[in-house]
């Protein structure tokens, strides 16, 4: 009770303090003129916007808060993009780490101590000015892997292109339902386990189930997502989708910065499996395979995945660097030149914060709804 | 004639059989020209100061420690670098150690039926039933669905041991299996050790448990410095000590 009390006088304070800040600087700000409004939002920003790949640009009609939209989706793009490949990177570097191969695990220590401990922004010049913009060939003499072309403009993609908007809603409506009909297939067995002991390879048939159900459903709504490849045109590509090298620039070194920090998380984990665990492991006969499998992963990623998510989050922040390479993210193009060009500072460094913010609170969510699931199956 | 079928007859009924084994850390040389061969249903206890190679000796037996020189066959099977033969071992030598390991991500039920269905490939079913009844057998059926974490020091030595006889192995080893343990657990896990010897099981322990030692075992076996300084049964062991190191082990342990 004393506790609430003093919470709640100390809550008290910090509201008003904050509100006196609030009116202290709104008054300085009407003082030295300076309008504080949200009535720029719905103005046409004069200034343009290269790459907008989600919502529609148009030089003279898209407005500020439009212009924040798009910066926020170009960060989420490239979080994204790096988030995926920075965890297979890492985790791939991080286990190298740990073999017993000299050379391997050398190797990735050495990896690891570099990208680590070089200022990204360094490293994102390094790689955009003096590796890409520098080495990378013009698009008639693109590198190739596989599907996917890299010039000095940038990375080439296939891009899925939605053939039937009904139909692909439709589909992955049925997909949703596929699942649920799997979550109450796997109830039942499970039931049906404690009741009579009759067990079934319950993993298995739902993967086949989802997969026959889908593919099924697909070709029954006519093929509603194509995928259309890249084709080298005569000067320039056709079809697919571009990454503009600033993208590929910073997803690349933020993936390499990031994976460094994951390998090491990786490495840590799967060092906190101790020895008694692995000789308890084989003394009751099973392979190497299955011990890591079963024994080692999963007592590794309990780990592993806390502190990883923290880097997901950094590499979000992160990404604000991109005005080195001129990536048009929500720092660029909103806490740069939508400020320069309006002077909100106020409300566009607030909205700007928010997003991030909001961005730390969803990870510390996800973060929370990991370990107390951790917790549930350990004590 | 006669001599020979005496041979055989012992072979039939020895289940491991070391010869000549020596060990090497790096350069310290851990094991020295141990000899020792077990009878199916026989149960030793080794005893000994710490550092005399008791756990190196017993952790060879299912290749947790890789020895040099000497054989070692276990159930006519020869340890050796043959991935196979290490593996079958394994599944025929059940090992409980000082600190429990058990898998503390999966079940009392889980950590009980893991090998059982990857190694022996049962099915689930099969192996539920069976780590039950052996879950009985210890006295903790009812903490099947709990985790490690969250049983006693006893109770979860007893769920390994139990892990280990969902084996179905043909000789236990234990190291230290009560050294961890508060002396009113230590009670409880010797019980169930003391039940499975009367079960037939073999059994080599490492264990200063002079009380069980005296109870249980058809031989004792003192080492120290990496040699077996003296084996007998546990009457001559405790009352006419050859040795007087054993002398002198001895009269320090029973002052305790
Ligand atoms: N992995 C290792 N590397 C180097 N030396 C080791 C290793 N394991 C054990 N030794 C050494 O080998 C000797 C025998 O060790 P062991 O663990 O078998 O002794 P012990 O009789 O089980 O002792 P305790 O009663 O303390 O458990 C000790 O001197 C120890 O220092
Ligand atoms: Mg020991």
């Not at chain 1, 300076?34 to 790459?51: E, L, M």
């Not at chain 1, 053939?163 to 692909?168: A, K, R």
């Not at chain 1, 093929?223 to 090298?245: D, H, M, S, Y």
């Not at chain 2, 000497?70 to 059940?94: A, M, P």
Request: neutral net charge.
């Amino acid at each position: 009770m004393r506790s609430a009390i003093i919470q709640g006088v100390l809550l008290f304070i910090v509201c008003y303090a904050l509100l006196s800040i609030y009116q202290t600087t709104i008054f300085n700000l009407e003082e030295r003129g300076i309008k504080t409004s949200t009535s720029f939002f719905d103005s046409v920003a004069p200034f343009k916007v290269g790459f907008s790949p989600f919502l529609d640009y148009e030089l003279g009609k898209t407005t500020y808060i439009e212009i924040f939209y798009i910066g926020v989706l170009n960060t989420i793009l490239v979080a994204v993009l790096g988030i995926v490949a920075a965890t297979i990177l890492g985790f791939a570097i991080g286990i190298m780490r740990s073999s017993s191969n000299w050379l391997a695990s050398k190797f990735s220590l050495v990896y690891v101590e570099i990208f680590r401990n070089m200022p990204l922004l360094l490293q994102i010049m390094f790689w955009n000015f003096a590796i890409f913009l520098a080495f990378l060939p013009p698009p008639k003499q693109s590198l190739e892997f596989g599907v996917f072309y890299l010039n000095g403009r940038g990375l080439q993609t296939p891009l899925p292109i939605i053939e039937n908007s009904n139909n692909f809603n439709i589909w992955l409506v049925t997909i949703f339902f596929s699942f649920i009909g799997v979550y109450f297939f796997r109830r039942w067995a499970k039931k049906r386990f404690f009741e009579t002991g009759k067990t079934l390879p319950v993993f298995s048939l739902s993967l086949v189930f989802i997969i026959l159900f889908t593919t099924l459903m697909f070709y029954a709504l006519g093929g509603p997502l194509t995928i259309e490849l890249p084709v080298l045109g005569k000067f320039n590509f056709k079809g697919g989708a571009q990454l503009p090298l600033p993208l590929f620039s910073l997803w690349f070194s933020l993936t390499i910065y990031t994976s460094a920090f994951i390998a090491e998380n990786v490495r840590a984990g799967i060092a906190s499996v101790s020895k008694g665990q692995i000789e308890a492991a084989r003394s009751i006969g099973l392979s190497r395979s299955q011990m890591v499998r079963m024994v080692i992963i999963p007592q590794a990623l309990r780990v592993i995945i806390p502190p990883t998510i923290s880097q997901y989050l950094n590499l979000t922040k992160n990404s604000s660097l991109a005005m080195a390479v001129g990536y048009e993210e929500v720092v660029a193009v909103w806490a740069n030149i939508s400020l320069n060009q309006t002077g909100q500072a106020l409300i566009i460094i607030a909205m700007t914060i928010i997003f991030f913010e909001c961005c730390s609170l969803f990870t510390s969510f996800v973060l929370n709804i990991y370990n107390r699931r951790i917790q549930l199956s350990e004590r | 004639m006669t001599n020979n079928q005496a041979e055989t007859m012992n072979d039939d009924s020895t289940i491991i059989s070391i010869s000549k084994l020596n060990k090497w850390y790096g350069n310290f040389h851990a094991l020295k020209d141990i000899d020792l061969s077990v009878n199916k249903t026989e149960k030793i206890v080794i005893c000994g100061p710490s550092g005399s190679g008791k756990s190196t000796l017993i952790r060879c037996i299912n290749r947790l420690e890789v020895h040099q020189e000497g054989s070692i066959i276990v159930d006519g099977v020869e340890l050796n670098d043959d991935v196979k033969h290490i593996n079958e071992i394994r599944s025929e030598v059940g090992m409980v150690f000082q600190h429990f390991n058990l898998f503390p991500h999966l079940t009392v039920l889980e950590n009980c039926t893991l090998a059982p269905i990857w190694v022996r490939k049962k099915s689930r079913n099969e192996a539920n039933h069976m780590a039950m009844e052996l879950l009985e057998k210890v006295r903790i059926p009812d903490q099947a669905d709990k985790y490690p974490g969250q049983l006693s020091g006893g109770q979860q030595q007893r769920v390994a041991i139990a892990r280990a006889l969902c084996m179905q192995p043909r000789v236990m080893l234990f190291d230290e299996p009560t050294s961890a343990l508060d002396p009113e657990m230590i009670k409880e896990v010797l019980e169930t050790m003391i039940e499975l010897a009367e079960s037939g099981m073999t059994m080599i322990v490492v264990t200063h448990e002079m009380g069980f030692a005296n109870k249980v075992a058809d031989r004792i076996i003192f080492m120290d410095e990496g040699q077996i300084v003296e084996q007998n049964d546990p009457e001559t062991f405790f009352n006419n000590p050859e040795s007087d190191r054993t002398k002198l082990f001895l009269s320090q342990i029973l002052d305790h």
